[in-house]
């Protein structure tokens, strides 16, 4: 499958309504702790099923960063609605955490692909330049 936006939607549609797209609320509110010692704040969670036949687990996580340029933190938590339906229908796209740091602003997604190269293809896509777009300059970065 390209990474078109088109083609994302039209998979994310196709996910949702087979019941394989999921936003589970449980976690919502929850604090972690990451490895730079800083409090992250998870504000929403995307999980996509795996395909039949497979892997049940991801093999890949992406994990970006950056400082929302032009709006406050609680804008962008309802901004940030808008790219969802261009990015969970990607290949290999399996599951995202929202973070927020409050302190900072900062923002943070925890992804999970089903392979490298579908973690790769996402750091290159037309979802990852429109985050890029939107951040403070310089603020981006990931791992």
């Known amino acids: 499958m390209p990474l078109h936006p088109l083609s994302a939607l039209l998979h994310t549609l196709r996910l949702a309504l087979t019941g394989r797209l999921h936003f589970p609320r449980g976690r919502i509110g929850q604090a972690l702790t990451l490895d730079d010692h ?3 704040i998870i504000f929403r969670e995307a999980v ?3 395909a039949p036949g497979h892997p ?47 302190e900072s602003g900062d923002f943070q ?5 089903e392979t490298a190269r ?8 037309f979802a ?14 990931w791992t």
């Open 48 to 50: 996509v099923d795996p």
């Open 56 to 102: 049940a687990e991801a093999e890949a996580i992406f994990r970006p960063r950056f400082h929302v340029a032009g709006m406050s933190p609680r804008l962008n938590i309802y901004f940030s609605l808008l790219p969802i339906p261009f990015f969970t229908g990607l290949p290999g796209f399996r599951r995202k955490l929202w973070l927020v740091q409050p």
């Open 118 to 125: 579908d973690a790769e293809n996402y750091a290159r896509s």
């Open 128 to 141: 990852m330049r429109f985050m890029t777009r939107r951040a403070v300059p310089d603020s981006t970065h």
């Open 38 to 40: 800083r409090t992250w």
């Open 109 to 113: 997604g925890i992804y999970a692909w």
